[in-house]
């Protein structure tokens, strides 16, 4: 559990979350515990419809890299723990809205909040999450994390928007396809992974390198998403593989197959993608493509290459045992599709 | 425009909103524009989507509460246009939100966003606002301002929450949905009227004032807007009368048609309302049975009270325009029925 076996033999043998799970356990305790306070109400239906989605068994990496960059400074009060938490809140306010705007059916392999308590539950307990969130770090004070997460709250969303603007259609480039992730994605880990240093009282070059650091991450761990919704299976990745494929979803292994393509095979992607025709013959041929083109490979040689900056990033700090948890973390996002 | 003749004589003849659109005419400008500013993104749909429902002739009030409260402790920098800002963002993703929740079709008379650009838009470029919200809370840098909008934040969605769970339940009473109203309508009029003696450096005894002034104002201004649902037409509400009737709301009107009626007319009530037969003969009958029972007249009379509320949290400060304009407000949200 954690852990997956590398196949490069460069670095460590495992690539593994341990070390960061084992140096936050003690915080994440207190990260659980507000979590199961603040997503409490009279009103009896969102705590349901926010406990569905908080024990359905993420990794909960985001608090992780918050309280990681918080220890790595020295810092031990209790303001990460709180921003911690609403860094999860923010994602879990996410999850339940973009569950709603992709119509999804199965989250980590279990049926999503809107199938279960419908559109309005998901998207008013997304709100009441986010509201808690922000109540949290105005609890915490510092104007600096509440500058840096709430921007990160607009980002996100303008990143949804830009991503339904782009569906569907075959023309986005890799370049905005990297905007729109880095927007949807990659903008949370960066500001979970910043506000460290922030509470610890960081210098200004602390803040950049782990913001740098999480930006990256998030672009790496976003492309490996990507690769596994055409290369694994429904039960290791805890949603339907395909799913991306069909929702018309235009992801990295899409738009490298599309631009490598014949005419032929752009009439494919065409009819897939943008005339929704995706059936599991075409799933198949999909794949098919995608292997023939070196997409796969392609999108995964690029996630290395986001992991590479953020190790790059994480190079000015002091060695401590948090330096290298992150850097296992990113090992440990990319050998997820090994 | 923006005037009424209100029935009773006891007050002004005509209650009017003029007061306080002039006192806050300069500021308004500065907020229209900061709205123009902050709605706008390189992603062209949040723009549209938001100038659609920015452009769509709502009064403004809210805002204007918090202009005017700012004024009336002498407040004249720029941190109360960027919270009167904040606080129309705020309820303009409400309404984006409420839409999808809703299913409205129609919004003062013009056709909702989701209606236009669809669900997705709706809650996506909602969430933007909301995060554009908070950064301009942000940037004001008052920590109590913060507090008091970001948890207006989480209970406006606790409310709307709270309704879900009512919804079509002829159990609810009197007071679950003054629960429910005062969470999802007269909280942010609470929290706008607040942070105006927030900036201003007022006294705690101002800021309970304004919050009083405002949660009982919220009151008032919600219940005349049920009793509007089932008393007026289409073209001078800007939505379809009984609008709350088909989506199976129960109003304080229907709340109390119900408790007064005879066992034939509460099966008439469970039809329409628990199981959706509320077309246009049976919304006929329903206004019937308010008329009946007075219904409509003692929702009314409720907010009346409120409005009194409204008044004597106001009774301690020093006569100002402001505050004679504030009370003009509460006059106005009611004389809305005559």
């Known amino acids: 559990m954690g852990a997956v076996v590398k196949i490069e033999g460069d670095r460590r043998e495992v690539a593994s979350i341990e070390a960061i799970i084992s140096l936050t356990a003690q915080d994440m305790g207190r990260v659980n515990e507000l979590i199961l306070a603040r997503a409490g109400s009279d009103v009896e239906m969102i705590p349901e419809v926010a406990n569905h989605l908080i024990s359905s068994g993420g990794k909960r990496l985001r608090p992780m890299l918050t309280l990681a960059a918080a220890q790595m400074f020295g ?43 419908g559109n309005q539950a998901s998207v008013l307990v997304g709100d009441f999450l986010l509201g808690q969130a ?10 600096d994390a509440l500058d840096i997460l709430s921007a990160a709250a607009s980002v ?5 928007v830009m991503q339904l603007g782009a569906a569907k259609n075959l023309e986005t480039t890799e370049e905005n396809y990297l905007s729109v992730i880095g927007a949807k994605t990659a903008a949370l880990f960066s500001a979970a992974a910043e506000v460290g240093p922030i509470v ?45 494929f069909r929702e018309g979803k235009v992801t990295l292994p899409v738009i490298l197959s599309y631009g490598r393509g014949s005419d032929e095979e ?29 997409s796969i490979d392609d999108t995964i040689a690029r996630a290395r290459h986001f992991g590479e900056l953020a190790r790059d990033a994480l190079k000015p700090l002091a060695e401590t045992p948090q330096k290298q948890a992150l850097l296992d973390v990113i090992d440990f996002c990319i050998s997820r599709v090994n």
Chains 1, 2 share one sequence.
């Open 75 to 117: 810092y031990n009060g209790d303001a990460h723990v709180k921003l911690a938490t609403s860094v999860e809140f923010m994602h879990t306010a996410t999850l339940l809205h973009d569950d709603v705007v992709d119509e999804s059916d199965l989250r980590r392999g279990k049926r999503t909040a809107r199938m279960i308590w």
């Open 156 to 160: 996100i969303a303008e990143g949804e």
């Open 200 to 244: 610890a009282g960081g210098s200004s070059d602390d803040r950049t390198a782990l913001r740098s650091y999480g930006m990256n991450l998030g672009l790496a761990f976003q492309l490996i998403d990507d690769a596994l919704d055409y290369g694994s299976d429904s039960e290791s990745l805890g949603k339907n593989v395909g799913d991306d």
């Open 266 to 294: 752009r009439a494919f992607w065409k009819r897939s993608i943008e005339h929704g025709s995706s059936d599991d013959v075409s799933l198949e041929k999909a794949r098919g493509l995608m292997a023939k083109h070196g």
């Open 134 to 143: 922000f109540r949290m770090m105005v609890d915490v004070g510092s104007l």
